[in-house]
């Protein structure tokens, strides 16, 4: 019904920048928020940031001033900016949404996760 596709992850150096991008397809009337999640090895999945569609955003600490989350309803696509990466930024990203499909039903939907590893 609908679907999440990541891409934008992959191998960087600390102090260097990446940028995830994640498109929702399929039977979508409106989505209210997407946002980004991230796994590290051995933790649990943590929320890194989230946007609504009115523009409003939230971010965890450990990300706030060099991470910045955006996006473009007409594309329904979702856009994370990671600048000063940091060893410890280094999981899988997984995107997520809350969408509102043609049966008016609401769900909450994941994509399939991104690796980032940040290393010399």
């Known amino acids: 019904q609908v679907q999440l596709v990541e891409s934008g992850g992959g191998l960087v150096q600390p102090g260097g920048s990446l940028r995830l991008s994640c498109a929702a397809s399929?039977?979508?009337?409106?989505?209210?928020?997407m946002g980004w999640y991230r796994q590290a090895p051995g933790k649990e999945r943590e929320l890194v940031a989230r946007?609504?569609?009115?523009?409003?955003?939230n971010y965890a600490d450990s990300v706030k001033g060099r991470f910045t989350i955006s996006r473009d309803n007409a594309k329904n696509t979702v856009y994370l900016q990671m600048n000063s990466l940091k060893p410890e930024d280094t999981a899988v990203y997984y995107c997520?949404?809350?969408?509102?499909?043609?049966?008016?039903?609401?769900?909450?939907?994941w994509g399939q996760g991104t690796l980032v590893t940040v290393s010399s």
């Open positions: 946007i609504t569609s009115g523009g409003s955003t």
């Open positions: 399929g039977s979508i009337i409106s989505i209210n928020y």
């Open positions: 997520n949404a809350m969408v509102r499909i043609i049966t008016g039903r609401i769900l909450e939907v």
